[in-house]
């Protein structure tokens, strides 16, 4: 009985954070457990444990009686999340050695035709996927796992963030795969520096907030 409600509550909350994180839940949703568990097909019970759990992660705000708040990512918190990707991936792809380059270039290119084919199917869920595990190559090419674990607790913000670009993305794909292409050649070339400049242009241009009302570093904005 135990492992039966304890596998109810991972599906719950795997269901939910996943509804979360693909925008079928957007930021500013009210959740209620009744019609979450109706949905999932669960009971009430799980679902307020994934919903605990999903609190404690800072996606929600649970307001007792009232249901559960989806959070956003505010603009603080985009610019904050791209500046410590670039640190990590361009960590990554500076310490890698001329071989390992030369292997993560080869599998990087294969990573682009399958982006590609994402976009022309029209398959964002995929090419989220696809994106997310061609920035992470960056970082494990380092070969430390401490850098690799620190990539991989932002991923699922990278996910929910790149879900809420979405028509974004589908409307840049063609700038976008260029632009992947650059960092591999960049990668490859052994050039660092070049490496980094195209990465900050590259998150920039796609995910950091560009309006003029937005959060600049340095400003006093909340998150």
Same mark, same amino acid.
Not at 53 to 56: I, T, V
Not at 154 to 162: P, T
């Given at each position: 009985m135990v492992a039966a409600s304890a596998? +109810?509550?991972e599906r719950a909350y795997q269901v939910?954070?996943?509804?979360?994180?693909? =925008?079928?839940?957007? $930021? #500013?949703?009210?959740?209620g457990e009744e019609a979450l568990a109706a949905e999932i097909g669960v009971s009430r019970t799980p679902v307020r444990s994934a919903l605990t759990?999903?609190?404690?992660e800072g996606w929600i705000v649970v307001y007792p009686k009232r249901g559960a708040l989806?959070?956003?990512?505010?603009?603080? +918190?985009?610019?904050?999340?791209?500046?410590?990707?670039?640190?990590?991936?361009?960590? =990554?792809?500076?310490? $890698? #050695?001329?071989?390992?380059?030369g292997l993560l270039a080869q599998r990087l290119r294969e990573s682009i035709e399958r982006q590609r084919a994402a976009f022309d199917a029209g398959d964002?869920?995929?090419?989220?996927?696809?994106?997310?595990?061609f920035h992470r190559a960056f970082v494990e090419a380092a070969d430390n796992d401490i850098l690799?674990?620190?990539?991989d607790r932002?991923?699922?913000?990278?996910?929910?963030?790149?879900f809420s670009k979405g028509d974004r993305l589908l409307a840049r794909s063609t700038e976008i795969l260029a632009e992947h292409e650059i960092l591999v050649d960049l990668l490859h070339s052994g050039d660092a520096d070049?490496?980094?400049?195209?990465?900050?242009?590259?998150?920039?241009?796609?995910?950091?907030?560009?309006?003029?009302?937005?959060?600049?570093?340095g400003s006093h904005t909340t998150r």
């Open positions: 596998s +109810a509550a939910i954070r996943d509804g979360i994180l693909n =925008g079928v839940h957007p $930021a #500013g949703t009210m959740l759990r999903l609190q404690d989806v959070q956003g990512l505010s603009e603080r +918190a985009v610019a904050d999340l791209e500046d410590a990707r670039l640190m990590l991936e361009s960590a =990554g792809a500076s310490r $890698a #050695g001329a071989a390992a380059r964002l869920r995929q090419f989220i996927e696809l994106t997310v595990g690799l674990e620190l990539n932002l991923a699922d913000r990278q996910r929910f963030l790149l070049g490496f980094t400049d195209a990465l900050r242009r590259h998150l920039a241009e796609n995910y950091v907030p560009q309006t003029a009302g937005g959060y600049q570093r």
